[in-house]
Each structure stands twice: as structure tokens, then as C-alpha cells.
């Protein structure tokens, strides 16, 4: 009796949380199955297997994958290395740490779309760019950042803004590392790299692995940073995924065939995530 | 096995002086203690022997060497942590043998010194385990075990029991003092427990406010007080203190009359006698309270604590000055009404109520 109403009063958010999941991933798959080209809407019906098809044998979708992974792995070494050094770094107490700490975290607060603008512009910009400018001090010639390394520009961008999320996971992670624990490793005598080998790394073992599963949640759908920076281009050189849905969708008016690439980019998030799940269940089990 | 020599050891935390000169000579394979109440030094005192903090006045030996800017890892010494300070995600053998591969000992040779401090521990039976998977006293064990396979030429002991039950404090107490004559190792051991000062200690450190008060064997401190501070501190219940005036000199022999009980007069051998007139504290030990002594104080009883065996009363003198007595047991007392405590003035002691120093 309890039982069935407690089911009872459940059942309102349980049903309100089904439909919200459901019916997008229902409309999606059923897209992309059918024909649905925005610029000829009188053919429909049922295609099958056909729009994934079209997607898979798109000459974009391989280097689209290939970028996806290469944006998300990249990223991912950059921030965790790059974040562990500052946290460490900063892990001690000096005059002007507060305002350094706000300072190093603030990249994190700007929006993606503010964030890419301010590379395009004022970093990377063949003449105006920051980059340009120290290559011409330098007496070099600047790079055209955006068109001749475009795939690295999104990573330095996105790693710019993600740095700061591993720093303040990792510093805060770093205040609760036990002071005794150090004390017992010096008289020991283990030096800085022991430490940070034996006792440092294990300690943030948990919150890498929680840095690494978020920020891939997020780069595997980049999207704002690649479309005002690179539109995907140079040709596909810095299309992922997302990208690639958006220009099938928008660009090719062609919802059934974004919708099989969106169903695709569910499945490849999932086998992502299910990798990234067991590897940080090994580690929250310690 | 080494001695130690503190030579006027100072230290200050941003321009706050809290070690402000230690001296002491410490003596190979010898127990010391440090006493005194929270926030003394002793942390403080322990912790630049260890090396853990920089000692910027004055100067620390261990044996022959000179170790006052040496790193903690280099002078020889192993510290037993308050909180042990294992490392979680080492087994108990890693965490045991981590300071031996720090010193690129081989694996074998590790192997065998950790076998060996484990049995004396009776930690075998634990040695793959993580620290998270043992209980408190398991873990003081390879915290102590930690510090024994380095075979330190000094051991030092931050509290290493207070985060333990009553029960197994005794038995840990047991087990150090046995370690010590095993292992004839100097030992460095800081508490705030009474009886681990008394039982351990060949000799106890008493500090306070980062000077050292008195320095000598626990009966030495007892007996013998070189001040008030360390008379109440060393033996529990503390010492009563009396406010005291003097009345009479005669050679040797100084009498003194108690403020809070006007008629009653205690004869006492002195060395340097004293002005007639001049104030004093009077301090008796509430165990050497005696129903067979020749002077007596009547007060009125507040709380009997009943322990069995031991009993002590807790009385007010009639000025407010409280008063603990030990009634050894005798059921007879009662609170609320008077009793008449005695005592021999061969076991009171004087003292200067300015400077709190014995007057002998
Ligand atoms: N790192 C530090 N910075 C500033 N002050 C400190 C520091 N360490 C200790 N002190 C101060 O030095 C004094 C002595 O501290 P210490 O820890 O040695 O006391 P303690 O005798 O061990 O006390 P307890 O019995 O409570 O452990 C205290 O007043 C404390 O506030
Ligand atoms: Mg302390």
C-alpha cells in the first residue's frame, strides 16, 4: 500500500524527467530516418539507414572524428599538466596570493563566445595579435594562426579557458593534503619529486580523474570557439562533430542527416563515457 | 644511538618570541620528557630538533654533528606524529618502509628491517593492509613502526597516545617503555599526561612560555620543586598553595602562620631565613594530607570524588582559597559538614609569592 504510493507520488517527476529525455532523443532518431531537407520539403517518408549513411560517407566525418578526439585528448594533457604545475605552484603562502589565485581562475568566467573573440582578435590576429607582435619583435615572421594551425588555435583557446577549472579543482584538493603527512615524507627524506610521485599524485588521483570526465563531457561538443574562430575550416581541418552536425543541419538544410550525426555523437559519448566511468570507478575504490 | 645538545635555542613566529632560550644537554639512550601547559613550545621545541622548523638562534647537536641547518631527512632523527601522519595510499609495509627507499636501501635489506620491526610490533599480520583498514592503535604501531626501521639515532614523540582510550594508552605506554630498553635509543616524548611523564621518563622537561622551568628525574620534581609552577604542575591532584605571612625566626627554623586560618602556626627548616613580616605561599601536596600529623586545619567539605581507593575532598577555606585533600577512603567524611585535615610541616614547601621560587 505505502509502496504503490509512494510509486504513486513519484510518478509526476519520474514521468516529467522521462519526457524530457525521451521525446528529444525519440524526434531525433526519428529524423533521422526519415527525409527531411528544409529546401524540399514535400519529399519525406521513410529512408532507413540511408542519412547515417550519408553521414558515415561524408569525405568530413572521419577527420571530424579524428578532431573531436584530438581536440579532447590535447586539452585534457594541457589542462591537467598545466593545472597540477600552477596549483602546486601557488600551494604556499605569499604576499598577493588572493589577488593571483582571482587572477588565475577569471579565464574560466568568460563566456566561450567572449573568450574566442578575444583570441581571434588579440592574440592571434596575423598583425594586430599579441603573437604577432613578439614575432615581430623578434625580427619572425607572424603566423597566420587561424589558417595555418587552426586545430591547435582551438586547443590553445579552449585550454586557456579550462586551465583555470583544473587549478581551482586541484589547489582546492591540495589545502586538505595533510601537513603531517608532508612532515613525515621530509623526515623521511623524500625530496620534492618523491612527494609529489608517491604522496601528491595519489592524494589528487580522485580529483584529476573528476577534472578529466567533466572536461570531457564538455570538449566533446565544442562548438561556440570553432565557429567564430575557424567555421571549421580551413576545408575540415578544425570541423569536430558538433561542427559537423551544425553544418549538416544549417548549412545543408538537411535535418535528417544532422539527426543521424547527432545520434551518432550520443553513441560515441557514451562509449567515451563509459571508459572514463570504469577508469574513475577504479579510482574513487581506493 | 646519540645525545643531543640544545645550546640557547630561540625561535619566534613573525616577530613573536615563543622558544626564548633553551639549554639542554641530553644524554645517548636517555628518556626525556616535556611537560608544560598548551601552547609552552613543545611543538614547537620538538619540531626544530626535527629539522621541521628552521632554527635561526642558537645552536642543536645530535652526537658529534652539528645539525641546526641540516634538512629533517639528514639528521637522524624519526618523529612519531600526533596523528600518525600515515601515508594513505601505501600499504602498511611501504608506509613502514618508505624512509629506507628514500635512502636507496636495497629491497631486500627493507624487506628483512621491516619483518623485523613488524614482529616486534606484532604488526605481521598487518603488513598488506592500508592504514584506512586498521584501528587507532594499530596505526600508532606503524606510526612507531615507521620510526624504528630508519633506526633514528633520536626518536621523538609528539602526544602519540592522546587520540587513544584509556585502555590502550596503558598497554601503548607499556609497549614504548619496553621499545626504549630494547632499543636503548634516545628518546625525545612530549605529553600532557601526568602519569606517561612519570612512568617514562628518566628525566621530564617542565616548560613554560618557552623557558624551561626545572629539568630532573620525576621523583627529583616531586620531592624536590625548584618553583610554585612546577610544585602545582608535576603530581594530581595539584598542590594546595596558602597565602602565608612570617611570624618568627629562630636559627634555622622559620615559622610561618596561614592568612585563611588565623591561630595556626607551621615550624619549618630553612636554610636562608627569612624577614619576620614577609609574605609566603605555603604549598602541601593533597596526598601527603595525614590523620596522624601534628597540625590540623578544619574545613568545611564541598565535594567528596570517591574513587575506592582514593578519595579526595574538595574544601574552601573561609577567605575563599580552595583546598583539596586526599582522605584516603575514610568513609567518615561527609560533605557539607567540617573535617579537620592534618599535615607535618616536613612536607610543606615555601614559597616566594613574587617570584613563585622556592625559598628553602
Ligand atoms: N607556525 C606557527 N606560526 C605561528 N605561531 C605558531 C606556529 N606554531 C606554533 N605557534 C605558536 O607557538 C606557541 C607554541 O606552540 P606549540 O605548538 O609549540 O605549543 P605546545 O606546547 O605544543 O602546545 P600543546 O600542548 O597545545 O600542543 C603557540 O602560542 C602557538 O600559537
Ligand atoms: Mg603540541
Not at chain 2, 600518525?84 to 636501501?105: D, I, Q, T
Amino acid at each position: 500500500m505505502t509502496r504503490t504510493l509512494a510509486r504513486l507520488l513519484q510518478a509526476p517527476s519520474v514521468i516529467l524527467l522521462l519526457l524530457w529525455m525521451v521525446v528529444p532523443l525519440g524526434m531525433t532518431i526519428y529524423f533521422s530516418t526519415i527525409r527531411y531537407q528544409l529546401l524540399y520539403p514535400e519529399r519525406s517518408g521513410f529512408v532507413g539507414w540511408s542519412n547515417y549513411e550519408f553521414f558515415f560517407t561524408d569525405p568530413a566525418f572521419w577527420p571530424a572524428i579524428l578532431n573531436t578526439l584530438t581536440l579532447v585528448g590535447s586539452v585534457l594533457i594541457i589542462t591537467v599538466g598545466l593545472g597540477l604545475a600552477i596549483a602546486l605552484l601557488i600551494d604556499r603562502s605569499f604576499p598577493g596570493r588572493g589577488v593571483l589565485r582571482v587572477l588565475l581562475i577569471s579565464p574560466f568566467f568568460i563566456m566561450p563566445t567572449v573568450n574566442a573573440l578575444l583570441w581571434k582578435n588579440m592574440m592571434l590576429h596575423p598583425i594586430y595579435g599579441l603573437f604577432a607582435v613578439f614575432a615581430g619583435f623578434f625580427g619572425l615572421e607572424p603566423i597566420e594562426w587561424l589558417k595555418d594551425a587552426p586545430l591547435l588555435s582551438v586547443i590553445m583557446i579552449v585550454s586557456w579557458q579550462w586551465t583555470p577549472f583544473a587549478i581551482l579543482i586541484f589547489i582546492t584538493s591540495l589545502q586538505n593534503f595533510d601537513s603531517e603527512q608532508k612532515e613525515a615524507a621530509l623526515l623521511d627524506g623524500a625530496g620534492f619529486r618523491a612527494r609529489f610521485i608517491y604522496l601528491i599524485l595519489p592524494h589528487l588521483a580522485r580529483p584529476i580523474a573528476v577534472v578529466i570526465m567533466i572536461q570531457t563531457i564538455f570538449h566533446l561538443s565544442i562548438f561556440a570557439e570553432i565557429f567564430v574562430t575557424t567555421s571549421g575550416g580551413p576545408g575540415v581541418q578544425s570541423t569536430n562533430l558538433a561542427f559537423l552536425i551544425f553544418a549538416q543541419a544549417l548549412q545543408g538544410f538537411d535535418v535528417g542527416v544532422a539527426s543521424a550525426g547527432g545520434v551518432l555523437a550520443i553513441i560515441l559519448a557514451n562509449i567515451v563515457a563509459f571508459f572514463l566511468i570504469r577508469m574513475i570507478g577504479r579510482n574513487l575504490a581506493v | 644511538m646519540a645525545g643531543l645538545e640544545l645550546t640557547s635555542v630561540k625561535k619566534s613566529f613573525g616577530g613573536v618570541a615563543i622558544i626564548h632560550g633553551i639549554d639542554l644537554s641530553i644524554r645517548s639512550g636517555e628518556f626525556i620528557v616535556f611537560v608544560g601547559p598548551s601552547g609552552c613550545g613543545k611543538s614547537t621545541l620538538l619540531r626544530l630538533i626535527a629539522g621541521l622548523e628552521t632554527t635561526l638562534e642558537g645552536n642543536i647537536r645530535i652526537g658529534e654533528r652539528d645539525v641546526t641547518t641540516a634538512d629533517p631527512g639528514d639528521r637522524g632523527v624519526a618523529m612519531v606524529f600526533q596523528t600518525y601522519a600515515l601515508y594513505p595510499h601505501m600499504s602498511v609495509r611501504e608506509n613502514m618502509g618508505f624512509g629506507l627507499r628514500m635512502n636507496g636501501v636495497d629491497k631486500d635489506d627493507i624487506r628483512k628491517r621491516v619483518d623485523r620491526a613488524a614482529d616486534i610490533l606484532h604488526l605481521d599480520r598487518l603488513l598488506e593492509r592500508k592504514p584506512s583498514e586498521l584501528s587507532g592503535g594499530q596505526r600508532q604501531r606503524v606510526a612507531i613502526g615507521r620510526a624504528i626501521v630508519r633506526e633514528p639515532e633520536v626518536f621523538l614523540f609528539d602526544e602519540p597516545l592522546s587520540n587513544l582510550d584509556a585502555e590502550l594508552r596503558v598497554r601503548m605506554r607499556l609497549e614504548i617503555a619496553n621499545l626504549h630498553k630494547r632499543l636503548g635509543a634516545t628518546m625525545i616524548y612530549v605529553t600532557h599526561d601526568q602519569i606517561e611523564a612519570m612512568t617514562l621518563a628518566d628525566r621530564i622537561v617542565v616548560l613554560k612560555d618557552g623557558l624551561i622551568e626545572q629539568v630532573g628525574s620525576p621523583i627529583e620534581l616531586y620531592d624536590d620543586p625548584d618553583n610554585a609552577f612546577v610544585a602545582g604542575f608535576i603530581g594530581s591532584p595539584r598542590m594546595n598553595f596558602l597565602d602565608a605571612k612570617v611570624v618568627a625566626v629562630e636559627g634555622d627554623h622559620t615559622t610561618v602562620s596561614l592568612v585563611d586560618f588565623d591561630d595556626i602556626h607551621v615550624r619549618l627548616e630553612l636554610e636562608r631565613p627569612l624577614a619576620v613580616g614577609s609574605a609566603a605561599r605555603l604549598g602541601i601536596r593533597p596526598e601527603h594530607f595525614d590523620a596522624s600529623a601534628e597540625i590540623a586545619l578544619t574545613v568545611p567539605i564541598e565535594v567528596i570524588e570517591n574513587l575506592g581507593g582514593i578519595a579526595y575532598a574538595y574544601a574552601r577555606t573561609e577567605d575563599g582559597n580552595p583546598l583539596i585533600i586526599d582522605i584516603k577512603g575514610d568513609r567518615n567524611v561527609v560533605e557539607g559538614k567540617d573535617f579537620t585535615a592534618r599535615f607535618d610541616a616536613a612536607r610543606a614547601y615555601l614559597f616566594d609569592p613574587e617570584t613563585g621560587l622556592r625559598l628553602r
